[in-house]
């Protein structure tokens, strides 16, 4: 789950990391009377979206309005706000189409004097996570580590423990940050660590991370992820959730309990297992297709939730073909046989259909759609499913 940047900074603040005073609002004329209310001679009037690149990103319809403006007066900070709320921004990452801006955080200026990368993410290999920093804050992270990797320094923690005073100090050696930044950094990092393990986050990042004039450390931005599977534990994260700002179809599937993820392809797939939906994925690239989505229906489904896969599949225009791919172990493919013309009677299919069944009485589900008299398109292999697909896709 994705958090706008005001809300990771409340989570932020409670658990003792420095960040700056805002104020969130919808309207121009509230963010000239934040601007006030602030009463700092500059504030940053800032997009609030779940994409990053904001800074850089450009409004639609305003070439020369950025994502994130540095004003001076509240008639500056109305007028930005203005040129922001209701219009769409787009970064690097929001894609061309770009994302409708709700809210702007109004956030009080800052005597920088350096600026700094900070990130955590769980390091698969290692088992743990790891604590990222580099002297690039305020650069595209992806494009440090494709073009200069030595820049970004790394230490792993342990999730009980914590990071250790002895990785504060070599971080601080080999960042050159010594004075009172130092001896801000040990509070300063240890409680970012605390945090990511405290929310189970799958990410925490500070970019960028400044250095102010008298060395003290302040989160000058904040972006968080929470892993999804851990959400049970943490009932109060469910206010900061912006369905507004999720893809309607994902939603959708969320609440039929699917797992599904729109790409930009127009072949949609029905998949049992999330393996099996990457690999139906690949096989039809390797075919010469493009998947429309990932869409894992798991291993007990129902009616009721394949006949709403179905729906979600097809309400996507940009779907010319769908295939089902069913390895049946705990489901029988008798089941999703049933399943798919009880969909049929109830959706309608106006693109082709491509199902290949293995597994659990597999010839019986066979038959069953062999006798429907649906015009269905079977295949006995995966890799045939793949061809016929994108073969019909094409047509």
Request: net charge negative.
């Amino acid at each position: 789950m994705k958090i706008h940047e005001f809300q990771a900074k409340q989570i932020l603040r409670q658990a003792g990391v420095p960040v700056l005073r805002g104020m969130v609002v919808k309207t121009a004329e509230e963010a000239a009377a934040a601007f006030r209310e602030l009463g700092s001679p500059v504030s940053v009037v800032k997009a609030q979206i779940h994409a990053g690149g904001r800074g850089k990103g450009t409004m639609i319809g305003h070439p020369d309005q950025r994502g994130v403006q540095l004003v001076r007066s509240a008639e500056a900070a109305a007028e930005a706000a203005g040129k922001m709320l209701g219009n769409r921004l787009v970064t690097i990452q929001t894609g061309p189409e770009g994302q409708t801006v709700r809210q702007v955080l109004v956030e009080e200026g800052c005597d920088i004097a350096r600026e700094l990368y900070l990130g955590i993410v769980i390091d698969r290999a290692a088992a743990m996570p790891v604590l990222m920093m580099s002297t690039e804050g305020g650069v595209e992270i992806e494009k440090v580590a494709a073009e200069t990797p030595e820049l970004i320094l790394k230490e792993h923690f342990d999730p009980l423990a914590g990071l250790q005073d002895f990785q504060v100090r070599k971080l601080c050696q080999r960042l050159k940050i010594d004075g009172p930044a130092a001896r801000h950094a040990t509070a300063f990092m240890k409680a970012m660590c605390r945090a990511f393990v405290r929310y189970d986050c799958s990410l925490a990042e500070i970019n960028p991370l400044v250095i102010t004039g008298g060395g003290e450390m302040v989160a000058l931005d904040a972006k968080i992820n929470f892993d999804d599977n851990a959400l049970f534990r943490h009932k109060d994260l469910a206010e900061f959730r912006d369905l507004a700002e999720e893809e309607p179809a994902e939603v959708r599937a969320g609440n039929a309990g699917l797992s599904y993820v729109k790409l930009d392809g127009n072949i949609g797939c029905l998949v049992n297992g999330a393996g099996l939906a990457m690999s139906t994925m690949d096989l039809i690239k390797l075919h010469g297709g493009q998947p429309a989505n990932f869409l894992d229906v798991g291993g007990g489904a129902d009616t009721d939730q394949v006949t709403e896969a179905f729906r979600i599949l097809l309400s996507d225009p940009n779907v010319k073909a769908v295939l089902v791919n069913i390895f049946g172990g705990i489901m029988r493919c008798t089941t999703i046989a049933n399943a798919i013309l009880e969909a049929y009677k109830t959706v309608g299919f106006n693109v082709p259909l491509v199902v290949r069944l293995e597994g659990t009485e597999v010839e019986e589900g066979r038959h069953i759609l062999q006798a429907s008299g649906v015009d269905i398109i079977t295949a006995d292999g995966l890799t045939e499913a793949a061809k016929k697909v994108v073969a019909a896709a094409a047509a």
